[in-house]
């Protein structure tokens, strides 16, 4: 009888193995939505002109003033941008993941263990779409317009740090939604949470931190590491002050705050397999 | 070699369950309790036992989907739970109630998934493809979307799903639930090839009574997560108390017939049915009705198995 077992394998050869089985199941996904094609064009220029919605309530508050919290517009686009792109890209990575009650209770969870690829990787891609595209697309573009308009001295250290945000941002969102969504493991119900988390989250992040109290800005950057994805940074970039007066330090430190999240979001999955109970038949 | 070891392997589920309007009360359902056996490489072993007996968990605990509470297990061996994706390649499993399939995608498809997330060389892969089409008539279904499949068909395309890399023990969790008569036979014609032409290790739940026989040396079951009876099929009939039943046709109706050792269990006009222990010799009983009653013509039933196991479900305590 033939195996191919192959000796224990390595972090990266696991990761690299994690990151194909997603492809492979992506792109099954892709070919399942194939035979609905002709929906396909029009639920992503519907999907950007919903999200574009976001940007334009953020454009039409400007028309009154100038400033909002102290922040010009283009400075609003970057938070806009920034958090948007990071959700966007997140959304389109491992959003399925906030499925994952439904998973348990069809009883399909059951099927992604049995088979010798990663479970996580499996459900993240469960229904993977490119229409998912348009929340990140429509954002690059906020980007785009933004960082030419914004008044800001391109140095090397900020582009640096922008390029760095929008991959750390990611990687938190992401730990967030695979986090949240651990959650169903025990309560059926917490998608709402999670989304809560997530696209709740974002929405937070597309206005400057001095227009909320002291006590929720430090809830999101020493709680849900939120204040990471883009805040903390853009205060650098934008050369403002903290409000909350913390040592410059935490400006950078948004790539150690995804690790962390990557990391409490990897216990808490395995914890969650763990325990999980299976559909009941 | 044993493929498949259990050493006291228990799984509890916490259900909360409401009680009264505001208070919830915790129990604790043992699904499965102190279950220990062994499964030595190549048999066919049936797995049965009532509703909620404790059989799709125990396979989940087999195939690492469930982590038990309590106990040792072993598959091809790897510990299940801990080493789950290694596993997943040494092993097979069709779910009855549930497909591995892509539902929007042609069966091909699922097959060529397979492939590699199994990382099937592409030789092998062609090889157990080509097979499984043939022993299954799966070829003009392969370019067929799944959701278009009959559920015969489908259950096909499961097995097939579950072989293509060559995995050392194949579960089956109700692999004929729902199928009819044709589709039964033909799963089964294929198992057998499975297990005794390609030696694939195989343990199968179902509530068919004939799969058991026309597949199994052996078999298992288990009742309140605790084994109840492991042999034989033939051995069923001693542990199960079985009777064997005596028709007797005299020459006119009468009253219920006296002899000893059998019991009258049901009288028809001119007809009887006396029940006696099946392993107890019909010959003192037929001399004994002879010798006090006009006897005209009599039959030997021998139990049926469904009997047997009925009797047996019935006589374990609740616990
Ligand atoms: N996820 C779960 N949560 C709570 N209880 C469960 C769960 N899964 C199984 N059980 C309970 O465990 C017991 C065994 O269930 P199991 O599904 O293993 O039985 P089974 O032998 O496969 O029965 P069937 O013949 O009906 O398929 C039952 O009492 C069942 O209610
Ligand atoms: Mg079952």
Same mark, same amino acid.
């Given at each position: 009888?033939?195996?191919?077992?192959?000796?224990?394998?390595?972090?990266?050869?696991?990761?690299?193995? &994690?990151?194909?089985?997603?492809?492979?199941?992506?792109?099954?996904?892709?070919?399942?939505?194939?035979?609905?094609?002709?929906?396909?064009? +029009?639920?992503?220029?519907?999907?950007?002109?919903?999200?574009?919605?976001?940007?334009?309530?953020?454009?039409?508050?400007?028309? *009154?003033?100038?400033?909002?919290?102290?922040?010009?517009?283009?400075?609003?686009?970057?938070?806009?941008?920034?958090?948007?792109?990071?959700?966007?890209?997140?959304?389109?990575?491992?959003?399925?993941?906030?499925?994952?009650?439904?998973?348990?209770?069809?009883?399909?969870?059951?099927?992604?263990?049995?088979?010798?690829?990663?479970?996580?990787?499996?459900?993240?891609?469960?229904?993977?779409?490119?229409?998912?595209?348009?929340?990140?697309?429509?954002?690059?573009?906020?980007?785009?317009?933004?960082?030419?308009?914004?008044?800001?001295?391109?140095?090397?250290?900020?582009? +640096?740090?922008? &390029?760095?945000?929008?991959?750390?941002?990611?990687?938190?969102?992401?730990?967030?939604?695979?986090?949240?969504?651990?959650?169903?493991?025990?309560?059926?119900?917490?998608?709402?949470?999670?989304?809560?988390?997530?696209?709740?989250?974002?929405?937070?992040? *597309?206005?400057?931190?001095?227009?909320?109290?002291?006590?929720?800005?430090?809830?999101?950057?020493?709680?849900?590491?939120?204040?990471?994805?883009?805040?903390?940074?853009?205060?650098?970039?934008?050369?403002?002050?903290?409000?909350?007066?913390?040592? &410059?330090?935490?400006?950078?430190?948004?790539?150690?705050?995804?690790?962390?999240?990557?990391?409490?979001?990897?216990?808490?999955?395995?914890?969650?397999?763990?325990?999980?109970?299976?559909?009941?038949? | 070699?044993?493929?498949?070891?259990?050493?006291?392997?228990?799984?509890?589920?916490?259900?909360?369950?409401?009680?009264?309007?505001?208070?919830?009360?915790?129990?604790?359902?043992? =699904?499965?309790?102190?279950?220990?056996?062994?499964?030595?490489?190549?048999?066919?072993?049936?797995?049965?036992?009532?509703?909620?007996?404790?059989?799709?968990?125990?396979?989940?605990?087999?195939?690492?989907?469930?982590?038990?509470?309590?106990?040792?297990?072993?598959?091809?061996?790897?510990?299940?739970?801990?080493?789950?994706?290694?596993?997943?390649?040494?092993?097979?499993?069709?779910?009855?109630?549930?497909?591995?399939?892509?539902?929007?995608?042609?069966?091909?498809?699922?097959?060529?998934?397979?492939?590699?997330?199994?990382?099937?060389?592409?030789?092998?892969?062609?090889?157990?493809?080509?097979?499984?089409?043939?022993?299954?008539?799966?070829?003009?279904?392969?370019?067929?979307?799944?959701?278009?499949?009959?559920?015969?068909?489908?259950?096909?395309?499961?097995? =097939?799903?579950?072989?293509?890399?060559?995995?050392?023990?194949?579960?089956?969790?109700?692999?004929?639930?729902?199928?009819?008569?044709?589709?039964?036979?033909?799963?089964?014609?294929?198992?057998?090839?499975?297990?005794?032409?390609?030696?694939?290790?195989?343990?199968?739940?179902?509530?068919?009574?004939?799969?058991?026989?026309?597949?199994?040396?052996?078999?298992?079951?288990?009742?309140?997560?605790?084994?109840?009876?492991?042999?034989?099929?033939?051995?069923? *009939?001693?542990?199960?108390?079985?009777?064997?039943?005596?028709?007797?046709?005299?020459?006119?109706?009468?009253?219920?017939?006296?002899?000893?050792?059998?019991?009258?269990?049901?009288?028809?006009?001119?007809?009887?049915?006396?029940?006696?222990?099946?392993?107890?010799?019909?010959?003192?009983?037929?001399?004994?009705?002879? =010798?006090?009653?006009?006897?005209?013509?009599?039959?030997?039933?021998?139990?049926?198995?469904?009997?047997?196991?009925?009797?047996?479900?019935?006589?374990?305590?609740?616990?």
């Amino acid at each position: 009888m033939a195996e191919y077992l192959g000796e224990r394998e390595s972090g990266v050869e696991r990761l690299r193995w &994690a990151v194909r089985s997603w492809q492979l199941t992506a792109a099954m996904w892709t070919r399942a939505a194939m035979a609905y094609r002709a929906s396909f064009a +029009l639920m992503l220029v519907a999907n950007v002109l919903i999200t574009s919605l976001d940007f334009v309530v953020v454009v039409l508050m400007f028309q *009154h003033t100038d400033r909002l919290g102290g922040w010009t517009l283009p400075e609003l686009g970057l938070l806009y941008g920034t958090s948007a792109f990071a959700l966007g890209t997140a959304d389109l990575l491992v959003g399925s993941v906030d499925s994952l009650g439904e998973r348990i209770r069809a009883g399909t969870l059951d099927v992604m263990l049995i088979r010798p690829a990663p479970a996580l990787s499996q459900v993240c891609a469960e229904r993977f779409s490119l229409r998912r595209l348009g929340r990140p697309a429509q954002a690059t573009a906020v980007l785009a317009w933004s960082v030419s308009a914004v008044r800001v001295d391109w140095t090397w250290d900020r582009v +640096l740090l922008l &390029a760095a945000l929008l991959v750390s941002g990611t990687v938190i969102f992401s730990a967030l939604f695979i986090g949240g969504a651990t959650l169903q493991f025990w309560w059926g119900e917490a998608k709402e949470l999670q989304n809560s988390f997530t696209y709740g989250g974002a929405t937070l992040l *597309h206005y400057p931190p001095t227009v909320f109290a002291k006590e929720l800005v430090a809830g999101v950057t020493f709680g849900l590491p939120l204040a990471f994805v883009n805040w903390l940074p853009l205060l650098h970039i934008l050369g403002k002050p903290d409000p909350l007066g913390l040592p &410059a330090a935490f400006q950078f430190a948004s790539p150690l705050a995804a690790a962390g999240s990557v990391l409490v979001a990897g216990v808490a999955w395995r914890a969650g397999l763990r325990a999980y109970r299976g559909a009941g038949n | 070699m044993a493929l498949i070891e259990l050493e006291d392997v228990a799984r509890t589920f916490t259900i909360r369950a409401k009680v009264g309007r505001l208070r919830r009360e915790r129990r604790e359902v043992r =699904a499965v309790d102190g279950l220990s056996f062994t499964v030595q490489a190549g048999e066919c072993v049936g797995y049965i036992g009532p509703n909620g007996a404790g059989k799709s968990t125990t396979i989940k605990m087999l195939t690492g989907i469930l982590v038990p509470s309590a106990g040792r297990l072993r598959v091809a061996g790897v510990d299940p739970a801990r080493e789950r994706t290694r596993l997943a390649r040494r092993i097979g499993v069709v779910f009855g109630q549930r497909t591995t399939l892509w539902w929007d995608l042609p069966l091909r498809d699922s097959y060529e998934l397979a492939r590699r997330i199994y990382r099937i060389p592409d030789a092998r892969y062609r090889a157990n493809l080509d097979r499984c089409v043939e022993l299954l008539e799966l070829g003009p279904l392969l370019d067929t979307p799944v959701r278009q499949l009959s559920l015969g068909q489908r259950m096909r395309g499961d097995l =097939a799903a579950a072989l293509l890399h060559d995995p050392q023990v194949l579960y089956l969790d109700e692999p004929t639930i729902g199928l009819d008569v044709v589709s039964k036979v033909r799963v089964r014609e294929f198992l057998r090839e499975i297990n005794t032409g390609a030696g694939t290790t195989v343990l199968l739940t179902t509530h068919d009574l004939t799969d058991i026989e026309q597949l199994c040396g052996r078999v298992m079951v288990i009742d309140h997560g605790r084994m109840v009876y492991d042999g034989g099929l033939d051995g069923l *009939h001693a542990t199960g108390q079985s009777e064997r039943t005596l028709v007797v046709d005299l020459a006119g109706p009468s009253a219920p017939i006296e002899v000893p050792g059998a019991r009258v269990v049901k009288v028809d006009g001119a007809r009887q049915w006396l029940a006696f222990p099946a392993e107890d010799s019909a010959a003192p009983i037929v001399a004994a009705v002879a =010798a006090g009653y006009p006897l005209l013509d009599l039959s030997v039933r021998e139990p049926a198995i469904e009997d047997v196991i009925a009797r047996m479900y019935a006589k374990v305590p609740i616990g």
